[in-house]
Each structure stands twice: as C-alpha cells, then as structure tokens.
C-alpha cells in the first residue's frame, strides 16, 4: 500500500532491472482516496482551506483522477525506459466506486 505520493516516487525511482526475471507490482494508492488533496498535477493542496473546501466534489475527484492517471503514465514510461514494458503484463483497476461526497446538496 502506498501512504503518501513520496511512497509512489520511490517505488517508482528505485525500479531497475535485477537478477530476477519475473516480479510482481502491486500498487494501491492510498493517498488518492476521499478527501481529495491532491490537484491534477499530484500537489497535495489541503493546507489550504478554501482549495480543500472548494474540492471536495466532482471537480476535484476528476483532477484528483488526473494526478492518478499522470502517476501511472510514469510508471509506464518507467517501464519502457527500462526496456521490459513490452514484456509486461499491466492490470489497473479500481477497487471500489465514487462515494456520495455530498449528501446534503
């Protein structure tokens, strides 16, 4: 489980190629998870409080998904550097729907 987007980078950045053949990655990102506080470019915005009140809805989750996807897109990229993006079998799913973030609107 990955706490913090720093958890992500470093997975990310100490990838490399070793002696064994064949690894799995799994990767849930917790720091994506309701409350947004991240925007689409993956800057964590909560410490301020009108960005963080002004977030917690549609919008925000859909930025919040474009940080997400971003992410992914590097580990790809990663991949490819790596050159065994062609050998690799890549599964990416959700593991549970949006949520009702405001049941009084």
């Known amino acids: 489980m990955l706490l913090s987007i720093l958890d992500y980078y470093k997975v990310v950045n100490d990838l490399h190629l070793g002696a064994v053949n064949k690894r799995a990655i799994f990767m849930h990102f917790y720091f994506t998870h309701f409350p947004v506080d991240f925007d689409e470019t993956c800057t964590y915005r909560s410490y301020d409080q009108n960005w963080h009140s002004d977030n917690q809805n549609e919008k925000g989750l859909l930025n919040q998904t474009s940080c997400v996807f ?25 593991d549970h729907g949006e949520i009702d973030i405001c049941p009084c609107c």
């Open 70 to 94: 971003n992410l992914f897109f590097s580990y790809l990229e990663k991949l490819k550097e790596l050159r065994v993006y062609d050998k690799s079998l890549i599964v990416f799913k959700s």
